[in-house]
């Protein structure tokens, strides 16, 4: 696609439920990151995928937090039993490609609250 | 791991006037400096980066330096107007891992 798609664009869920967001990288880019944004404040790594190696997950913040990327394109963000701490905008980005390796390509967010 | 530490988080300035940035890192093996601008309500974009092969690099009004030795990194807006409000994240990786690691962003304000 012509950017970086990323949906539900907002997700409102209770306590202890469990969310997925999705990520739909440019295509071609062969990197793919998950990176979190609490209110006001920096980018948190959380995940990063690269073609087929084994990713790196050393930014997840507990067990709760699982990603997979399927077929090379296609990421998912899920969070079990959702916190109320959990409450954030979810950024994916996608690089590689014409773009080069090292420029990453953010899409829009998803916004999660946790009530 | 790597540690950006950036600052300051605020910043308010005349149109016109220059606007700096300052960002550290932790680990000596980081090679890639990026820095981001994030408009309200918008995504983050890279503006410019750097790499540790270079001192300083510059692209019209904005210029970045680098000094390994210190392990710091200066963002530099010369002329600022009002469309450079936002708020900038300077970035470090290392060769050993992909994924950048930001600092804490500092919010830029041009006053007209």
């Known amino acids: 696609g012509a950017g970086v798609s990323q949906s539900p664009s907002n997700k409102v869920t209770e306590k202890g439920k469990d969310v997925e967001l999705r990520c739909d990288p440019i295509s071609g880019h062969t990197a793919l990151y998950w990176y979190r944004q609490s209110l006001g404040q920096g980018l948190e790594f959380l995940i990063y995928?690269?073609?087929?190696?084994?990713?790196?997950k050393s930014g997840l913040p507990s067990d709760r937090f699982s990603a997979e990327r399927t077929g090379g394109s296609v990421s998912t963000l899920t969070i079990q039993r959702t916190q109320q701490e959990d409450s954030a905008v979810y950024l994916c980005a996608s690089s590689g490609g014409s773009g080069g390796a090292n420029v990453l390509t953010f899409g829009a967010g998803s916004r999660l609250t946790v009530l | 791991g790597e540690n950006v530490e950036q600052h300051p988080s605020t910043l308010s300035v005349q149109e016109g006037d220059s606007a700096v940035i300052k960002c550290t890192y932790s680990?000596?093996?980081?090679?890639?400096f990026p820095w981001y601008k994030q408009e309200l309500g918008k995504r983050p974009q890279l503006i410019i980066d750097i790499r540790s092969n270079v001192g300083e690099k510059k692209d019209q009004r904005i210029a970045v330096t680098l000094n390994k030795t210190a392990k710091h990194f200066s963002l530099h807006i010369t002329e600022t107007q009002p469309e450079d409000s936002a708020v900038y994240f300077c970035?470090?990786?290392?060769?050993?891992?992909?994924?950048?690691?930001f600092g804490s962003g500092t919010r830029l304000q041009v006053q007209p």
């Open positions: 680990d000596s093996a980081s090679n890639y």
């Open positions: 970035a470090a990786r290392n060769t050993g891992r992909r994924a950048l690691t």
């Open positions: 995928f690269q073609g087929n190696s084994a990713p790196d």
